[in-house]
């Protein structure tokens, strides 16, 4: 399945894009906030640009497609007034598949431009800001054009399903999963990480030509302790699906075995390699962190169980209908959401993230 033609935005009706404007992104966002002011410092007084041009790469819809081009703004801002320079123009270009909602961009921008004026005085600027609909596994942008990139929550996402996981007759050959399971068998594993490194080093080698030399990049991601320690979330959502084949016959059995998530978490020791086995970046920061499945632990555990399946709807709904059918879907998460539930209820239930830091090569 070509992935990024399911894939899209639409702001409130659970429909996602590489990205979704969330909780759970925004903390994301804040967890990575040290090592972005780090790279955008650096970036600053190593290139010192007269108009800084900088790409958020699967951006939000929402007030979330903002917070990363504000905190840029203000760190820089911060700076130069510390060292008495001119303030530099800004070109911000917010990518996103084509079918991502622009217009609800857009219609923040009115307000974003207004309380930059308000905050920054005259002297500042100004800042330009538009919208790049295309995929970023590939070329977006121009040679050496982007002084820095930024991406959260949106390469752990494939361009597509691994094409290894049918056989040559056209056997499905991860039969009982949606992804990788702690049963699977190697061959299921290799499938995917193997796409993921085609899509990963496309995406570098894409932005290497992009940036200029010394630009920075900063990416945030969902991530695995281990290679053979998948997320176990994606296995109470197959076993949710495959309750409703057995039970109702809502969902074919067929079109389940077929079903497999364009995703995966890699762990930092891959991330690491493949940054340096391309060879175009060097890396400045590569951490882990992990957050609560839930995020806000004060929460009673119906209403963390229901944000989880809310999350997870928003960011799968569109794959689900296309693969199965839109009917299903509200049964489908109500199950899901009982079963988080009763999970959360015996052990505790956490995402590792990680958030890698790089320098394009002079």
Not at 124 to 143: A, L, W
Not at 169 to 180: D, H, P, R, V
Not at 211 to 218: A, S
Request: glycine share 6%.
């Amino acid at each position: 399945m070509e992935v990024e033609n399911v894939l899209h935005m639409k702001e409130g009706d659970g429909q996602s894009s590489y990205a979704k404007n969330s909780l759970l992104q925004r903390t994301m966002i804040n967890k990575a906030r040290p090592v972005l002011q780090e790279s955008i410092r650096d970036l600053y007084h190593a290139l010192q640009p007269e108009c800084l041009m900088m790409a958020d790469l699967g951006c939000s819809s929402g007030p979330n497609s903002l917070l990363v081009v504000s905190e840029i703004i203000d760190i820089i801002d911060e700076e130069r007034q510390k060292f008495d320079r001119k303030c530099p123009k800004f070109g911000v270009f917010l990518n996103d598949l084509p079918g991502n909602d622009f217009s609800a961009i857009f219609n923040l921008l009115p307000s974003f431009y207004q309380s930059l004026k308000e905050e920054k005085g005259g002297d500042f600027g100004p800042c330009y800001v538009s919208g790049t609909p295309k995929s970023f596994y590939g070329r977006i942008f121009p040679d050496q054009f982007l002084h820095f990139v930024h991406s959260s929550y949106s390469v752990h996402w494939l361009s597509q399903v691994p094409r290894e996981l049918e056989s040559s007759t056209g056997e499905a050959l991860n039969k009982g999963s949606i992804y990788i399971a702690k049963t699977s068998p190697p061959e299921i594993l290799q499938a995917y990480y193997a796409q993921f490194k085609r899509d990963f080093v496309l995406f570098l080698r894409s932005q290497a030509k992009e940036m200029v030399p010394g630009g920075r990049m900063v990416l945030t991601l969902q991530g695995s302790f281990q290679r053979n320690d998948p997320d176990s979330i994606w296995e109470l959502l197959g076993s949710t699906l495959q309750t409703m084949v057995l039970e109702q016959g809502l969902i074919e059995q067929e079109k389940l075995d077929r079903f497999n998530m364009p995703f995966y978490a890699p762990t930092v020791e891959e991330i690491k390699n493949l940054v340096e086995a391309e060879g175009s970046f060097s890396v400045n920061k590569l951490e882990a962190f992990t957050v609560d499945s839930s995020v806000d632990t004060n929460q009673n555990l119906e209403n963390r169980a229901k944000f989880i399946a809310m999350t997870i709807r928003a960011v799968t709904e569109s794959l689900l209908t296309t693969a199965f059918k839109e009917a299903a879907m509200d049964d489908l998460f109500l199950r899901f959401k009982i079963m988080v539930k009763e999970r959360m209820a015996r052990e505790r239930s956490e995402y590792l993230n990680i958030v890698v830091s790089v320098t394009k090569r002079v």
